[in-house]
């Protein structure tokens, strides 16, 4: 049984409420091979298949939580893995562009307040 992945990409994180994903492109990639599964695949899928560029930084969200969580290393792709293998559904990828890669210690994505001028990120 291989993985569905959907990534978002070209677009940005914003908050209103909640935060989400806005102006994106979608793809959709199925059957990648839960044994070559690993963080490296996934950017390689990115840089590779969708021409997304560095700086990025991958997040995703389960469907039971409304709180994104970043994909730095291959036991954060583990963690996804296990997910969509458990739940037998598609995840879903988004990605953050631009990023200061300098600092490890991220927990949210940098997003803009709606109703605020754009580009402002917090």
Request: net charge negative; with cysteine; glycine share 4%.
């Amino acid at each position: 049984m291989g993985i569905a992945v959907k990534f978002y990409y070209r677009g940005s994180f914003i908050r209103d409420w909640v935060i989400c994903y806005n102006g994106r492109e979608e793809t959709l990639i199925e059957a990648l091979d839960p044994d070559k599964w690993c963080y490296f695949e996934l950017t390689g899928i990115l840089e590779t298949d969708l021409l997304v560029k560095k700086p990025y930084r991958l997040w995703w969200m389960s469907d039971e939580e409304v709180c994104f969580r970043v994909i730095k290393d291959d036991a954060a792709a583990e963690v996804v893995k296990d997910y969509a293998l458990k739940n037998n559904s598609a995840v879903n990828l988004f990605v953050e562009h631009n990023v200061d890669e300098s600092s490890d210690l991220v927990d949210i994505p940098n997003y803009d307040i709606v109703g605020e001028e754009l580009g402002q990120s917090y």
